[in-house]
């Protein structure tokens, strides 16, 4: 029944030779897909004259669809295509690669027209390529579109009528009048591959695609973000710093240089201090204690008033000893309040006692005015690292940087390995530092080390018999004449 049905069908085209001069046109289309299924379409193409013969005017019973859509096949007429032929097409699909070949064999009667033909799917890291390849031998010419036992029956080949008849009868050759197009389409999506092969020649099929997996594009394009982001961030990290530094030399273009030399007072006949016309002031080192906050005596009677307002016992000597063990390092700050008598917790006896302190008049402003002239401010103070460490947190100093505290390094003022931390610390060269000080023997230390000196002499009661060191009364007097 199925060699029947395959003569049916093709025996409309040998028909249609013998009518008229017309041209027929035939097609194989097979789609794919990346499984290996897919399905073959087998189409016929009538032009103009073939579509008004009277032998094709049902063209459905003609081409017997019944027997068709037994063997599998699904019809469909599909109209007027852009080459102005009539197109006819049978579908049908299969599953696996290896049924490609078995349904183009289902296409003629000779299964030497459609060979070889297999699909091939390679997968790499990135993509997967795929492969069409089999061979088209039509040069027995009609022959392919007849059964054998019907040539026999007629007793002549093809149809019982000599091919010189039927070309007599077209006024063409057969090989003109009938022709064959092989459509390949590829899993990847890429424009179809036709192969026109004319009947009485045959060809030899090899198309070849790929894809990039769907996972591997991903990836790319991960990686690429992930790339585009960190030269985005090195951009910015280099302007930024780029930035900074245009920052940082505008700034330092509007500090004072010599700050010192526009204070009163340095103009003293006796006052020397070495700088040089290139000398630019870069940092301002103060100690808070006398000089932010005001003193009415010393640092160890101020100390000595909150003790005993707080009920604590000591003399003066043992607690200068103690002060000194202290800022030397050697006692914590919880270890000097059980030395004085003091209970309390050492948080809240720290905590109270920066708070005793008093800012000196005009302190807050001479530290803001500084911030807005961009000059850079530094401590070095003889203290216990808690009682810095509250003030900074009290009075929101913590961007004083840096602040040097001799009970961490167990050294004190006027020491001048003091002013070498402080040195290394900050980077900056002594002739670039200004010292504001209350105690003139760490200013000679300063100055002895090449710094810039300054003398905050409140009362004008600790005078400086040498004038080695240019001095003001209050700080307002620092910035005179800015």
Known sequence: MQIKTRSLALLLLTVLLLVSACTIQLRVKIDIAEDGSGQITAGIGLDEEARNQPALQNIEEALRISDLVEAGWEFESTGLGSDGREWFESTKSFTNPDDLQKVLNE??????????????????SK???FAVSGAVDLTDGLNLFTDESLNNLLEEPPLGIAIETLEESLGTPIDETVSLQVIINLPDQSNEEIIDVPLGEQRVVEVTGNSEHRVA?????????????LALSIILAILNWYLDKRYEQRQLQR?????????PGNDTAGFQQPSTQTERLQLLVIDPY??????????????????????????????????RSGTMGKLTAS???????????????????????????????????????GIAVSVVTN?????????CEIYGLQGIHPWIISSEYGV?????????????????AYQSCLVLDTATNFLDTAQTLGMKTVHLNPEANKSDANQKHPSVRRLNEFFKGQ
């Open 290 to 323: 006398g000089t932010i906050f005001k003193e009415e005596t010393t640092p160890i009677e101020n100390l000595k008033a909150f003790i005993d307002n707080k009920e604590g016992s000591t003399d003066h000597e043992e607690l200068l000893e103690l002060h």
């Open 383 to 391: 203290d216990l690292a808690e009682w810095s460490t509250k003030i």
């Open 255 to 263: 500090r004072p240089s010599p700050i010192a030399q526009q204070i």
């Open 127 to 129: 993509t997967r390529d």
């Open 107 to 124: 296409l003629t009667n000779s299964p030497e027209v459609f060979t070889d033909w297999k699909f091939t799917s390679e997968i790499t």
């Open 335 to 373: 270890e000097f309040w059980n030395q004085v008598g003091l209970t309390e917790s050492p948080d809240s006896l720290n905590r109270e006692y920066v708070k005793s302190l008093q800012f000196r008049s005009g302190g807050k402003e001479f530290l803001k005015n500084l911030h807005k002239r």
């Open 412 to 428: 004190r003022k006027p020491d001048p390995a003091i002013l070498e931390i402080l040195n290394r610390s900050s980077g900056i």
């Open 217 to 229: 594009q991903i990836l790319d394009w991960v990686v690429l973000a992930v790339i585009a982001l």
